[in-house]
Structure formats: structure tokens, C-alpha cells
């Protein structure tokens, strides 16, 4: 299988395209053309997820040996409790499902992709013999479970800038706890967008990111997009979804990475299923989908931090299978809206009648929390509170319950009166934390990165 960049200028294999990340031409990776599934679903009934991960994922790995990429899905998926059902699905009434995809060592469904991202660039050092080592910057979550990903590949050193003093205590725990001698937690004085804006420039010095094998963690990797189609591919075997019997997916959105895996299994053949893309107040997504205008703004901090994004990266790929692969469309927009700040398609043409979009604003977030828990007795984290409130009545509906409540233990027992604990974060509260303090300038940090790999 092919990988094409959104933009016309880049092409890989899927290897190729994984390690490199981005495409050449700025754009992003996409399968040149999707498999059409429904011709495996009845051998795929009833397979274990590993199973099911392997033969979906082979259609598009084509350039990985079976044995090695076999390896690379069992490895990922023993990082959770139970790898064979990873992502339990808990049936709350007969229309209303929760998918729970926090089960993974951090405690969110960044694991299922990060994961599987760090045995792939395992693979990769081991049989370039070339070194990784990863740069990111994170507000949470990426950052976490990236470190986590790649915490038994060998000799690969993680440094991760984050804003001091802004992230959740327990996200910084999981960053700066791990134990591990390769793994560099950078507190930068500064905003996340400092912090991004650092590692965009020391990538921008190309010199320096080679001669330091610099590797950028970032939500728009193509195995990530492509390792949570698994997820939703699973529930619709499980659940069946037709046209007479159709099935909406309710997702928890910032990035747009997670609802448009699912989304694509509508362009590999399978019918019945429908996508809401539940926002906080950071509704750039949402209100492209009511309004057909695209116009990120400044970020807001809401309740649920991980979805706090106005440039939802992966809205490019949607674009290039809506415009139906013309990427000189994608680029024409993608131009306009570098040069306007925005871009508008016409209502009809933004209108997609499989998907629909709500916001949630921080009050309605509690509002969630208190109402799942009073009627369901099910304690929902803020990010799945948001896709909780936009389920529809007689509809049947899953959430996909994308962190788990332990993770933000303050709002949810303000609300409910419950305080979610899991073991891995208790275990967290007594270790060390282990981080770099330093000023948000880039020079200090190509100096801190120099001197640990040297
Ligand atoms: C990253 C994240 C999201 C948003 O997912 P996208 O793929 O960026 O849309 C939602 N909830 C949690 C807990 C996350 O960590």
C-alpha cells in the first residue's frame, strides 16, 4: 500500500511514512487508497483485538513482515491489563454503550496509537540501526503516553517540553515519575505555545534535529489514526450497525485524530454508522460541521485540557477524502486559510450527513459529570463528559470515554461527591519527581538536549 501526502508532494510506504512523521510537503500521510472491509468481516467475527489489530493493520503494513509486525501488535497491547479486550465496551441501557479507552498505562486512549507507535520505531532502530530519540512538546496527555510508548525501545531518549507549573499534577507525574534514565522531562517558564513554538524551531534547524536523530511526537502520525480504527471496528462487529440498524459513535474531539479513524471505516465499506464530534468551548470543528466556516481563534482552557485546541491537525486528511483526493484543493485551502486565518466551504458541500458536531461549555461539562452519575451511575471524566451530553435520546449511541475519572479527581468529586483513584496514580504520588527547570528559549534547550546525548 501507498501513502500519499494531502498536498500531492510526498509519497511512502507505510514504514516510510511513519517514520517520517509529516510529509515532505508539509501535508499529511494518507493511504493512496482505502481497502474495501466488508469482505472480511465475517472472518473477522469474534476475533481476540490482537488478532483483529494484525489483519486490519496488514492491509495497509504491507511492507512489514507478518512475524515482526505481529510482534510489534502484541508488544503494544501488553502494556494494558487485559490486551485481549483493551477497550471494554459497558453496556449503560439498551441504546447507550460506553467505550472505555482509558486502560492503558496512562490512562488514556493516546495509548492505543502510542503504543503501537513506539514498537514501530522500535522496529525501525533495530533494523536501521539508526538511533530515535523523541522531541515533543505536550499540555498533557501526548506527552505521556508518547514517553510511555517508548519507554522499552532501546536507547531512545525522550525529552518532552512542558509548561511549568500548568499542566495537572498528575500528568506531570506521569511525565516525570517514569524512573527511566532516558526519558527528560523539560519544564519550560512559559505557555504551551512557548513551549510548541521551541520544538518547532529546533526542528526548523535541520542540522541540529539530524545530527541529534530528533523524531517529532505529534498527533498526526499515520499508525496512530490507523491503530484507532481498531477500536471502532471491533464495536461494530460487535454491535452490528446497517442502514435499518445504524450506530453513532459519540467522540470526544480536539485534533479531530480520534472521530476520524472511525469516520474512515464509512469510506472502507461499512454502513449504519454515524459520528457526533463533541467539542468543548474550543468548538472550531463543531461549528465548521454546523456552518461550513473553519476558524481557529485563540485557545480557551476548559475543564477537559486535552481537547483545548483551535488547529485540529488532522481536519486536513477530512479534506482531501472530501474533496475526493484532489490535492490541489486541499492545498488551495490550506493556503487560504494560512493567508486569511480562515476558510469557508459552502454549507451543502461542509454538510456530511454521517456526521454532526456539538460544543460543551464548562458549566454543561459539570452538568454531565453530575447527570451520567445521578441516572447511570457511571463516573465520566470531563473530556467524556462532553460527548455524554450530546447523546441523543432513542439513539443508539456509544461514548467513547477517553480518560479515566482518576485523572482529574478535583472536578469530578466537586460534583459528584466521588473521588476516582487508580493504583498506578497512587503509586505515582510517592515518587520523585525528576524534571529540568529552564527558561522557554531554544538555545537553552539545544544545549540541555547536546549535553545529555553527548
Ligand atoms: C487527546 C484527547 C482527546 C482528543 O482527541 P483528538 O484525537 O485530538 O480529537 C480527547 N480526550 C482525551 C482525554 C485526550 O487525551
Known amino acids: 500500500m501507498r501513502f500519499t501526502s494531502t498536498r500531492g508532494g510526498d509519497i511512502a510506504t507505510f514504514n516510510d511514512a511513519v517514520i517520517k512523521g509529516l510529509a515532505g510537503d508539509g501535508g499529511l500521510f494518507v493511504p493512496e487508497t482505502l481497502p474495501d472491509i466488508r469482505t ?34 502484541e508488544n503494544a497491547y501488553s502494556a494494558f491489563p487485559n490486551p485481549e479486550t483493551p477497550s471494554p465496551l459497558v453496556k449503560l441501557s439498551d441504546d447507550l454503550h460506553v467505550l472505555e479507552l482509558f486502560h492503558g498505562p496512562t490512562l488514556a486512549f493516546k495509548d492505543f496509537a502510542l503504543q503501537l507507535l513506539g514498537q514501530l520505531y522500535g522496529r525501525h532502530i533495530r533494523n536501521s540501526r539508526h538511533s530515535i530519540n523523541i522531541l515533543g512538546a505536550t499540555s498533557g496527555d501526548t506527552g505521556s503516553a508518547a514517553i510511555h510508548g517508548m519507554l522499552k525501545q532501546p536507547n531512545a531518549h525522550c525529552f518532552i517540553l512542558y509548561p511549568e507549573g500548568r499542566i495537572a499534577e498528575l500528568q506531570e507525574r506521569q511525565i516525570a515519575c517514569t524512573g ?8 519550560i517558564h512559559g505557555s504551551f505555545d512557548d513551549a510548541q513554538n521551541i520544538v518547532k524551531q529546533i526542528f526548523g534547524d535541520a542540522a541540529f534535529s539530524s545530527a541529534c536523530s530528533l523524531t517529532a511526537v505529534n498527533s498526526i502520525n499515520i499508525a496512530r489514526i490507523l491503530a484507532q480504527c481498531i477500536y471502532y471496528l471491533d464495536i461494530v462487529l460487535k454491535l452490528d450497525a446497517s442502514e435499518a440498524n445504524p450506530l453513532e459513535f459519540v467522540v470526544p474531539s480536539g485534533n479531530f485524530g480520534n ?29 465548521f460541521f454546523s456552518t461550513g466556516e473553519y476558524c481557529p481563534g485563540k485557545v480557551i482552557p476548559s475543564y477537559a485540557p486535552s481537547m483545548d485546541i483551535q488547529q485540529a491537525s488532522n481536519f486536513e ?20 486559510l494560512r493567508r486569511e486565518g480562515k476558510f469557508v466551504l459552502n454549507k451543502t458541500s461542509a454538510n456530511n450527513d454521517i456526521i454532526r458536531a456539538t460544543s460543551c461549555n464548562d458549566a454543561e461539562i459539570k452538568a454531565s459529570i453530575e447527570r451520567i452519575w445521578r441516572e447511570k451511575n457511571y463516573l465520566a471524566d470531563p473530556h467524556t463528559a462532553c460527548a455524554f451530553s450530546a447523546v441523543r435520546e432513542n439513539v443508539r449511541s456509544v461514548v467513547l470515554a477517553t480518560a479515566h475519572p482518576a485523572k482529574f479527581p478535583e472536578i469530578i468529586s466537586s460534583v459528584t461527591g466521588e473521588c476516582p483513584e487508580h493504583h498506578s496514580l497512587e503509586a505515582l504520588k510517592h515518587r520523585a519527581v525528576v524534571k529540568q527547570v529552564m527558561p522557554a528559549d531554544v538555545e537553552t534547550v539545544k544545549k540541555a538536549i547536546a549535553d545529555i546525548l553527548n
Open 180 to 187: 527511566s534514565a532516558f526519558v527528560h522531562p523539560f519544564a
Open 259 to 287: 472521530v476520524l479513524a472511525g469516520w474512515m471505516l464509512s469510506r472502507m465499506g461499512i454502513e449504519g454508522i454515524r459520528f457526533c464530534v463533541a467539542t468543548n468551548v474550543n468548538a472550531v470543528v463543531s461549528d
Open 40 to 73: 472480511y468481516f465475517r472472518r473477522w467475527q469474534g476475533l481476540p483485538y490482537t488478532e483483529l489489530a494484525y489483519s486490519f493493520l496488514a492491509l495497509f503494513a504491507d511492507d512489514i513482515p507478518e512475524n515482526e509486525l505481529r510482534y510489534c501488535i
Open 317 to 336: 486528511r477530512w479534506l482531501w477524502w472530501h474533496f475526493n483526493g484532489d490535492s490541489v484543493r486541499v492545498r488551495d485551502v490550506m493556503t487560504t
